[in-house]
């Protein structure tokens, strides 16, 4: 099964506003950093969000700095990826993942556990 499940992805107009969430399945990721990676047709995936273990730390793409915002619920075990004035180049498949380390890193290949992904998609 896979360990983690995202939801909440779905097609909006620019200028409106997602809440992704992240569930684990059946295990706690609450030792780790957790983060949020995008791939769009044709693309590599590349680095959204990060948070650490604990939520004292946050990291965001350039791209998104200021428009989006991670947090992670402790009692729940839920992340989540606030999206407000998404834009047309924010159309991807959005994944959650567990990195091997409490901190934030940058590099997908620093997250040992995935979602399938969940769909956003912006209309202009």
């Known amino acids: 099964q896979v360990p983690l499940v995202e939801s909440g992805g779905g097609l909006v107009q620019a200028g409106d506003s997602l809440r992704l969430s992240c569930t684990a399945a059946?295990?706690?990721?609450?030792?780790?950093?957790m983060g949020w990676f995008r791939q769009a047709p044709g693309k590599e995936r590349e680095f959204v969000a990060g948070?650490?273990?604990?939520?004292?730390?946050?990291d965001y793409a350039h791209s998104v700095k200021g428009r989006f915002t991670i947090s992670r619920d402790k009692a729940s075990d839920l992340v989540f990826l606030q999206m407000n004035n998404l834009q047309a180049e924010d159309t991807a498949a959005y994944y959650c993942?567990?990195?091997?380390?409490?901190?934030?890193?940058?590099?997908?290949?620093?997250?040992?556990?995935w979602g399938r992904g969940t769909q956003v998609t912006v209309s202009s």
């Open positions: 059946g295990r706690t990721f609450g030792s780790r950093a």
């Open positions: 993942a567990a990195s091997r380390s409490r901190y934030i890193t940058l590099d997908l290949r620093d997250y040992d556990y």
């Open positions: 948070i650490s273990w604990s939520g004292g730390t946050t």
